[in-house]
């Protein structure tokens, strides 16, 4: 065996899980999601030791009462063992599933020990099931009590992970439109945030287009109205910067990573070539944790067309999700792309402040049952996260207004 498969092995752990438990989650993509963990209350069990046959009934109920107040009511929870409870999570998945099975365990923790020592807080990620049972791998605790409410900053974690790479000096870019402009591309990491579970469950890398003449940002619409060559550049700009962080955050709990892109673009066999063709974003990776954002999806956009290159996409990664101007519209025919979330991004918003808020209940609305993650983003302060919560949504996420880069243009 080689060193690489023991060091793999010697990661995971198995657990035998009961038939119902199996049977419920057979047929269901929640394992694959990252949305099963494994709590442990053996630190309870170790204190009460003589004791524990006797006290072991009343530790379960303190258990399940706290499951009922942080799960949904669809959520699976099962006790497989005297000190490990499962828990499958139908609307969380990565950091967030696990924030909430954190939380779960430090209440029963702080009630039951009157503390909460780190090194008790015992997760475990559901990361397959063979045979009967549960792979399990353990869970670092203190990256996700730091991913706890992380807005989008300098000092983020998620940049030095970019900035750590040797090869980030090749951005920013610069290049010269078909039209003759002289535009740059650089990078900002937008933190997405879960509204219910205030924790940081994807990390979004948006491009920003400026040009060179004027030191102008170019806006959302401007971009869209260039040629196709053009927008692929930036499309394949934007994916060469996802796999540094993607290579970067090997080796570390990371959120899902978001990578936005245009429909004109992937919707070619050139640019889903692009996709599975850059360096760093292997296909393994692609699906364990990179969502697509489709940028450009309009009223006007082909339905048949559109479920299409969302199918051939969510093949290749964990999810796609759609950027949709403020139009009800635009989202008419969407459920049947059965597409993992919605975004509307603050750069669409125009008019009064009125309007602005109008528009954001007017998506809440329009987008609930279309897809589990509905997400305002690129928002310019954090007071507007109060306003997604009131309307509905799942996520915001607050647009950086730094540069990631500040070298010359490569």
Excluded at 269 to 291: C, F, I, K, N, Y
């Amino acid at each position: 065996m080689s060193q690489a498969a023991t060091e793999q092995e010697q990661a995971t752990a198995r657990l035998s899980l009961p038939a119902p438990v199996i049977h419920r989650l057979a047929g269901t993509d929640l394992v694959a999601r990252g949305s099963v963990n494994v709590i442990s209350v053996e630190p309870v069990r170790a204190w009460a030791g003589d004791w524990w046959d006797q006290k072991r009934g009343d530790v379960w109920t303190y258990v399940e009462r706290k499951l009922g107040e942080h799960l949904d009511r669809q959520d699976m929870r099962a006790r497989i063992s005297d000190s490990e409870f499962l828990i499958a999570m139908n609307n969380d998945q990565g950091l967030a599933a696990q924030a909430t099975s954190v939380r779960i365990l430090e209440d029963v923790l702080s009630h039951l020990l009157g503390e909460v020592d780190l090194k008790h807080l015992g997760i475990s990620a559901v990361i397959g099931v063979e045979n009967g049972e549960a792979v399990c791998r353990k869970v670092d605790a203190a990256t996700v009590l730091a991913a706890r409410a992380r807005r989008d900053s300098e000092t983020s974690p998620a940049r030095r992970l970019v900035e750590a790479s040797d090869e980030a000096r090749r951005t920013p870019v610069a290049f010269t439109t078909g039209g003759g402009a002289a535009l740059r591309v650089d990078f900002t990491l937008e933190h997405v945030i879960s509204l219910r579970r205030n924790i940081t469950t994807a990390i979004r890398i948006e491009p920003v287009v400026t040009h060179l003449a004027s030191g102008r940002q170019a806006s959302a619409r401007a971009i869209s109205r260039l040629p196709d060559k053009d927008i692929a550049y930036i499309d394949e700009a934007t994916l060469k910067y996802g796999a540094l962080f993607a290579r970067g955050a090997q080796g570390h709990e990371t959120p899902d990573l978001i990578l936005p892109a245009s429909f004109r673009t992937l919707g070619t066999q050139r640019g889903r070539d692009l996709l599975t063709g850059t360096p760093g974003l292997s296909l393994a990776l692609l699906r364990g944790g990179v969502m697509i954002e489709l940028v450009d999806i309009t009223r006007g956009t082909p339905s048949g067309r559109l479920l299409e290159v969302v199918g051939l996409l969510k093949a290749l990664t964990r999810g796609v999700i759609a950027r949709v101007p403020p139009e009800k519209e635009a989202l008419v025919g969407l459920k049947d792309a059965r597409l993992a979330g919605l975004t509307l991004d603050a750069s669409d918003l125009i008019g009064s402040a009125e309007k602005v808020a109008l528009d954001i209940m007017n998506f809440g609305r329009d987008a609930s049952g279309l897809a589990p993650f509905t997400c305002l983003q690129g928002l310019p302060v954090e007071g507007y996260f109060a306003a997604a919560e009131t309307a509905g949504l799942t996520h915001a996420a607050l647009r950086a207004h730094y540069p990631l880069a500040t070298r010359a243009v490569a």
